[in-house]
């Protein structure tokens, strides 16, 4: 049993109002766990079926047929923080004795957020606070499931220990919502962004995407590719102006001496180096 995932709308600033309850955003990938008849199956927001990735979710501590909506997580022992990266390299493992292996140690976990089916009664028709109440009733908490916090009616006090501690955004909900398939104003997300200025030294031949570099220790290196937030007439003066730049091409790029710079808005620094799902602003001049 599947029910497609009720998603966000985005939302610049952050805010406060009594109406909504505010999450903090966990930086992972969505999962709809299912459990009826003492079987557990989890799916992607898009229905993919991955189980067999997390054994360590399999046994959800409930009372009776649930269906779960969270978000699977990575902690880095290091740092303590949630990792997206870990939980992508737990999410494409292929062989099962290394799925065995990191289900010891690099357990996921589970942050749980709605129910929407129980005991053979859909719960979407509920208003969210509702929901709520029953899942804190039906699932027991451990090491591998817990429940997001939530906060009433303070988002921008949430907002700035979110910003304080580098976590990737907030979540606000209307109280009253009710559970729907699709993207939905009673759902929004304000992601922590950071920003900065990269030089732009080459063009991608096939799907659209502007090769990103970042100055360090005195020299450029790449730092990955612009592919969001480029309208039409930004993409026309690039265009006009890289013409005198180009300074050699491959099969996937024309490359251009990076003089030109641009500012960029991203999730986070990747382990390599890289800017994640970076969205053009601006060029500089």
Excluded at 23 to 33: F, M, Q, S, T
Excluded at 81 to 104: A, G, H, S, W, Y
């Amino acid at each position: 049993m599947f029910i497609a995932p009720m998603l966000l709308q985005q939302r610049e600033k952050p805010f406060s109002d009594p109406a909504y309850v505010f999450e903090p955003k966990i930086d992972g990938h969505r999962v709809i766990l299912s459990r009826r008849d003492g079987e557990t199956r989890l799916f992607t927001r898009h229905q993919t079926d991955c189980t067999k990735q997390y054994p360590e979710l399999w046994n959800p501590l409930v009372d009776g047929d649930v269906m779960l909506d969270g978000e699977v997580c990575c902690i880095d022992p290091a740092t303590g923080n949630i990792d997206f990266e870990l939980v992508m390299d737990r999410f494409q493992l292929k062989k099962q004795d290394k799925i065995d292996t990191f289900t010891v140690q690099r357990p996921v976990h589970f942050v749980v957020w709605d129910i929407l089916y129980h005991n053979g009664r859909s719960l979407c028709d509920l208003p969210l606070t509702e929901r709520r109440s029953i899942l804190e009733s039906v699932l027991q908490t451990n090491a591998n499931f817990s429940i997001v916090p939530q906060i009433q009616e303070h988002g921008e006090a949430l907002y700035q220990s979110i910003v304080a501690r580098s976590m990737e955004g907030m979540v606000a909900k209307r109280k009253d919502s009710k559970y729907v398939s699709r993207r939905s104003p009673d759902w929004l997300k304000i992601i922590n962004y950071q920003y900065s200025e990269v030089y732009l030294a080459g063009i991608r031949k096939e799907d659209f995407g502007w090769l990103a570099h970042v100055e360090e220790n005195g020299s450029k290196r790449p730092a990955g590719i612009i592919e969001l937030g480029v309208k039409p007439i930004h993409k026309t003066a690039f265009s006009t102006v890289s013409k005198q730049l180009i300074i050699g091409e491959d099969r996937q790029f024309v490359y251009l001496d990076p003089k030109l710079k641009a500012r960029v808005k991203f999730r986070n620094w990747t382990r390599n180096g890289s800017l994640r799902t970076p969205v053009f602003l601006d060029f500089v001049v």
